[in-house]
Every structure is written in C-alpha cells, then in structure tokens.
C-alpha cells in the first residue's frame, strides 16, 4: 500500500474530517491516478485512506477516516445503501432526485441523479473514475433500474487530468425524459441539459413560488432566465393569468414551451422570448418578476413584487 506523509501541522482539517489534501500539504509519497493510499500524519499516525490524483491540486480525497476499512467494491456497496437509505427517510413528492451528493456522502466527486426509471452520474475525481465499475454495479443493484447515463462532461474533470466522457454505460434508452414533480409533469434532456439535465435542487423554490404567486394573486409574472420553464409551469399552477418566460437558449426556451403544453395549460397564458427587449427590461405591466440566473453562474431566487 503506498504512502502520502503529510508536512508538520497539516493534518489538522483531517483531524476536522474534512475530506481534502492539497499538494502543499505532501511531504513525501504518491500514487497512481485514483489509487487508493495510507495518509499518514507527520509523526507516522494513520489519519485516512485516500483516492490519489496526481495532476490535481487537491491531491488526494478521502474515502474512510477509519483505519480499519478496506476501500473495495463493498465498501462502495455500503456507501451507496447508505446514501439510498438517507432519501428514503425524506418526503420528497417526485419521482426524481439527488441519490448521492459528493462528499456529503462519503462518496468525493460523484453525483447521481435519478429521473424516473434513469439514472444519471457524474464522476468528476479520479478516485470515482478509477472505482466507475464498481459504483455503477452498486448503483443498479440497489436502485433495481437497468439505465444509467454518464454526464462526465464537467470543466473540473480536466483539474483531474481525465478527459470529458458523456453517454450510456449500462442500458440504452431515450435522453428526453419527462420527470413528475409537484403534480406536474417537467420535461428535460439528460445529454444536453445544464448539471445532469434538470435543476432538482430547485424543487421546494418551485413549489413555494407557485404559493407566492397564489397567495399574491399575482395575474401576470416575467420569469427572466427561465431554463426550461419550470418556475413557469409553477406560477401558471398557483394561478398566474399570463407569464412571460425568457431565455437566450432556443432549445431551452422550446422545451419551456412543451412543458407548458404538457400540463395543459393554455398557450394564450404564456410567451416565450429569447432575448430581453427594451419593452420588457423595464416590465411596467408585470407585478412579479422571477429572477434566476441558472448555470455555471448561479445566484439564486430572488423575487420582486412591484408596489
């Protein structure tokens, strides 16, 4: 089993459990990518086991602060019931959601979605890259699905010295999907989406401001960044007379405009625009704008209520 020896002092955000070591933290040692190594204190003490990435400034990733663990495909088999077990426990009303979130779940650089009978991941360190067999069969096993598509395709994984990779690795199927949320029906596409298709952390703020528009009253909402409409369909829900959803993305703005159609609702109560005109910049007839810059730059929900 090969070594990382960390320099004198450094091993106190290990002590804290958290998960990363960065390159001027090494004092000696190494290993291939993804190859799991013995990190050890400056004085020889065992602190982690860890996944290796030798082109990265995080160099290393912790996989089990116990010494006693064995980094194998049962241990990734564990992790992955753990995290299952962990959202069975919550409500969640879809049929989509975050299966395993990272670090959060002992798991460094993978996601994994689940929409419907799919699931999607990506593997974004070079541990999970080199353990991508083994998580991939864990994931089907515990999940009973045949499907899982590979979004892969994140900027971060050049940091890892591995190469963008998108597609099937188990099963084949169609990337348009239609996931159900809320009592609504949202349409997405896993191969060309934003993150792994559909922006599932939103899935309260959409639900809550379908609530603002009812409790408001609010008969006219300009929804700005709109990304494929799911704010929209959720004003239309809370009784929204019309809302103008924009967007510099065709594609996006079309796939708004299906998911619109697709809770039947009328296509007179919406409009759909691909660029912010003068006449819309200053939104005189539009008591609720939803601002919701969506992709790499994410700022959040901020919503105004004109007086």
């Known amino acids: 089993m090969k070594t990382l020896r960390l320099r004198e002092g450094k091993e106190r955000s290990l002590l804290r459990k958290h998960p990363w070591i960065f390159e001027s933290s090494i004092a000696k040692g190494g290993g ?6 013995r990190v050890e204190g400056h004085a020889g003490q065992f602190l982690g086991w860890a996944a290796f990435s030798p082109q990265s400034r995080i160099r290393a990733r912790i996989w089990s602060f116990e010494e006693g663990d064995r980094i194998d495909a049962a241990f990734f088999t564990a992790r992955i019931r753990s995290a299952m077990e962990a959202r069975a426990r919550l409500a969640i009303d879809s049929d989509s959601l975050r299966l395993v979130h990272g670090e959060s779940d002992g798991l460094p ?33 515990h999940t009973s699905l045949q499907k899982i598509y590979e979004r892969s395709d994140a900027s971060s994984r050049g940091l890892e010295g591995l190469d963008t990779k998108v597609g099937w690795i188990r099963g084949q199927g169609d990337t348009a999907l239609v996931l159900r949320e809320h009592g609504w029906q949202l349409g997405l596409d896993i191969a060309q989406g934003h993150k792994t298709g559909y922006y599932l952390d939103q899935r309260d703020s959409r639900l809550r401001f379908a609530h603002y528009v009812q409790r408001l009253q609010s ?56 660029f912010i005109s003068e006449r819309l910049g200053a939104a005189p007839d539009h008591p609720m704008t939803l601002s919701f810059p969506e992709g790499e730059y994410l700022k959040g929900l901020v919503v105004v209520r004109k007086a």
């Open 32 to 37: 291939d990518s993804g190859e799991t190594v």
């Open 109 to 141: 650089g993978l996601i994994v979605d689940r929409y419907g009978d799919t699931l999607v991941a990506q593997f974004g360190s070079a541990g999970c890259e080199r353990w991508k067999e083994a998580i991939t069969d864990a994931l089907l096993a």
């Open 219 to 274: 008969q006219r909402v300009l929804n700005c960044f709109c990304y494929t409409g799911g704010f929209s369909v959720a004003a239309l829900s809370g009784g929204a007379a019309h809302v103008t959803s924009i967007d510099s993305s065709a594609p996006a703005l079309a796939l708004a405009a299906s998911n619109v159609a697709r809770n039947r609702f009328a296509a007179e109560r919406a409009e759909f625009i691909g």
